[in-house]
Every structure is written in C-alpha cells, then in structure tokens.
C-alpha cells in the first residue's frame, strides 16, 4: 500500500515534467501546488530575512503569522476563487493551523513514512469533500531547516524578546523543541475540482504547439 503511494507520487512528479500532453486533473493539481508551496516558502524566507535584518523580531514573527493568508489572496487573484493556502502541524503554534481529520492522516503518513523509511514523499493528494464542494488537496511536506530554529528551537536558546513575544502571542504554542530535519508539518493547498476541470478544458481547447510532424531536435542533432 505504501510502496503504491510512493510510486504514484513520483510517478505523478515526473509526469508534469515530461509529459505535458498527458495534461490530467493531477498534473495540473500538482502544476498548482507546486507553484503555490514554491511561492509560500521562498516568499517566507525572503521576507524573513529583511525582517531579521531590521532587527525588529515582532515585524518577523508577523512574516510567518501573514505569509499563507497573503498568498491565498494572491493565488485567488491570479489563478481562480476558491484556492486556499494553510500550514497544518500537529505541533502546531496558531490553533488555526489544528489539522483538520483529512490532515491528519496525511501528516501521520509522511511523518511516518519520513521517520521510518527515511524517506520524504515529495507530495500527497487527495481528493475530499469541504462544505458539500470536492476539493482536491495538494501536500507538500515541510522540514525544520537552522533558521527556523530562531522562533521554533528550544526555547532556552532562543532570544528572549521572542520567546515573551510569542508567549504572548501564542499561549498554546505546541511549536517550539524542533531540531534542524525534523518533520514540522506541511503546506495544505486545497483547490476546487471545478476550478481543475476548467483550467484543464481550457488547455485542451488550445493548438497544442507540439502537435504536427517535425520530430523534436534533440542535442547532439543537426
Ligand atoms: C521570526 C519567527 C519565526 C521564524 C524564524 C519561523 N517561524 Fe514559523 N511560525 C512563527 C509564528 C509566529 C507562527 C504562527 C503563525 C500564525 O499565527 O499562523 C509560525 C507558524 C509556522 C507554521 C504553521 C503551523 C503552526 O505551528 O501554527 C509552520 C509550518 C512554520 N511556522 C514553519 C516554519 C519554518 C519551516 C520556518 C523556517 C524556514 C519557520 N517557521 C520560521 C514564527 C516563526
């Protein structure tokens, strides 16, 4: 069952890669997840970085507080209504980042899947039911990585001023003791099935570029 899951992951992973034309609702799922979660990481740390180098850790705490709802609206605009972005946790610190039961499974199986088999799944979907709509759900794991450890390490290294701040903040805070490799959760990118299903009759409405006769150049060819 596992081996399955696995296999279908990275199967899924290489099809978007190579295989374009075989444009299916899971390929353009992950295409959508993978630029969100993309976006959401690179957009934390740069924001974080200018945070930390004003020296102002309350603006820095507010970066990772903001950066998933910032990026839901954006996405929305740009892509489609309805896509939404959320960071879930077991060891969660905002309790609206609590998993909800479809989460939860998934982080009990990559977390296992990490701690036992020392393997990280690149990605998981699911295809599930939110207020009567289906949704597919893309996962994208996350780990703790030395810069994270400023506001999730063990508290007794961390500087004070964010360990009141968030104490503050957060006083159910599960979200601190973290080393550098440990699974903290994943990015959860739910998308509406018919927002999928349009983007992908769109695409299969246009010529398609690789279509016709010419044999594709490949190197090394005159
Ligand atoms: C400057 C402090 C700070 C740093 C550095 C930081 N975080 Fe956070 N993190 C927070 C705060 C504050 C929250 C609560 C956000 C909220 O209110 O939704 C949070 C929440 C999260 C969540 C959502 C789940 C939860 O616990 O509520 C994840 C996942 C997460 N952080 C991962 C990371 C990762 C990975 C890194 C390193 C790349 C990182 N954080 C670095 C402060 C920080």
């Known amino acids: 069952m596992i081996r399955t899951l696995i ?17 299916s609702l899971n390929d353009k799922v992950i ?17 974080l970085i200018a945070a930390l180098e004003e020296g102002d850790p309350a603006t820095a705490i507010s970066v990772c507080a903001n950066v998933a709802q ?6 929305a605009r740009q892509i489609g209504p ?15 980042d609590a998993p909800d039961k479809y989460e939860k499974e998934v982080l009990d199986l990559l ?16 295809e599930v039911t939110e207020n009567g709509q289906p949704y597919f759900r ?26 009141e701040t968030l104490k503050k903040l957060y006083p159910e805070d599960k ?3 973290y080393k550098p490799g440990d699974f903290r959760g994943v990015i ?11 983007l992908v009759n769109q695409e299969g409405n246009k010529p398609d570029e690789d279509d016709g006769c010419i044999p594709p150049q490949l190197p090394g060819r005159d």
């Open 7 to 23: 296999a279908a992951a990275l199967l899924g992973f290489s099809l978007i890669f190579f295989s374009p034309a075989f444009a």
């Open 31 to 47: 295409q959508i997840g993978e630029r969100a979660t993309v976006e959401l990481m690179k957009n934390l740390k740069s924001r």
């Open 70 to 75: 910032d990026l839901t609206h954006k996405l």
């Open 82 to 96: 309805g896509i939404k972005i959320k960071r879930t946790s077991f060891k969660w610190r905002n309790p609206a």
């Open 111 to 126: 977390e296992w899947i990490y701690k036992g088999k020392k393997i990280l799944l690149p990605f998981y979907i699911q």
């Open 138 to 163: 893309y996962y994208k794991p996350i780990l703790v990585r030395e810069e994270c450890l400023l506001c999730h390490g063990d508290p007794r290294e961390m500087p004070e001023e964010i360990v």
């Open 175 to 177: 979200a601190t003791g």
């Open 188 to 198: 959860r990118v739910s998308i509406p099935k018919k927002l999928i299903e349009t």
